[in-house]
Structure formats: structure tokens, C-alpha cells
């Protein structure tokens, strides 16, 4: 089993900055994808951002290309979100969540489906 523990949550006011953590414990995440979603007030969770086993491969939703950037530390365990320029758009519970296949070669997935172990997530609100 896999526990994933997102972190970094909060309010920030639009063109803010906040950085989010995930955290994985029980088995290591090293040899998986790792992935980012969001679900915003009344809407369908949603992709934000993605990295390869190796963290060599990204691949960003449009809506936040430019302005966040996802990283990991597999020595940690940890995979991170950096989010700058925040808009209140991007108001949302933060999920992170592991590609179900290890070593996955070939393109990084963007549906939910294709993640089996999720966090909690984290609220982040960004005001107006």
C-alpha cells in the first residue's frame, strides 16, 4: 500500500505563489509516473501536471503551462507543484496520484483513471 499526503495548501491573493508537496510513504514512488489534479467548486477533477519515473518527461494542462512547474525528489519520496501567478481560477482541492503502471516508457497519462493511489488533497483558494 501507498499513502500519498499532499501539503502547502492555503488562501493567497491572485498573482501569489504557493508550493505543494506530496508526500509518499509505504512503498516508494520512485519508479512511477506522478501526477497532479484538481477538482474546483462544483466541477469534475481535472489534470494539472504530470512527471515521469525519471523526472526527465513533464506535461502541464494548458490553463497553468507557464506558471506552475511539477518536480520531484525521489531520494524524499516527494513530488512537488510549484504554483506562481496564481488566478482565482485556479481555486481547487489539489490531488497528487500514482501512474498505475511502474517504469511506464511512451507518453505521460492525463486521465484520472489511469492513477491508482490518490491523496487526500489540499484546499488551495486564491482571492480576487
Known amino acids: 500500500q501507498v499513502q500519498l499526503v499532499e501539503s502547502g495548501g492555503g488562501l493567497v491573493q491572485a498573482g501569489g505563489s504557493l508550493r505543494l508537496s506530496c508526500a509518499a510513504s509505504?512503498?516508494?514512488?520512485?519508479?512511477?509516473?506522478m501526477g497532479w489534479f484538481r477538482q474546483p467548486p462544483g466541477k469534475e477533477r481535472e489534470f494539472v501536471a504530470a512527471?515521469?519515473?525519471?523526472?526527465?518527461?513533464?506535461v502541464y494542462a494548458d490553463s497553468v503551462k507557464g506558471r506552475f512547474t511539477i518536480s520531484r525528489d525521489n531520494a524524499k519520496n516527494t513530488v512537488y507543484l510549484q504554483m506562481n501567478s496564481l488566478k482565482p481560477e485556479d481555486t481547487a482541492v489539489y490531488y497528487c496520484?500514482?501512474?498505475?503502471?511502474?517504469?511506464?516508457?511512451?507518453?505521460?497519462?492525463?486521465?484520472?483513471?489511469?492513477?491508482?493511489?490518490w491523496g487526500q488533497g489540499t484546499q488551495v483558494t486564491v482571492s480576487s
Open positions: 496520484a500514482r501512474d498505475r503502471v511502474p517504469l511506464r516508457a511512451g507518453s505521460l497519462r492525463l486521465g484520472p483513471p489511469e492513477y491508482d493511489y
Open positions: 509505504g512503498r516508494t514512488v520512485s519508479i512511477y509516473a
Open positions: 512527471i515521469a519515473w525519471r523526472g526527465g518527461s513533464v
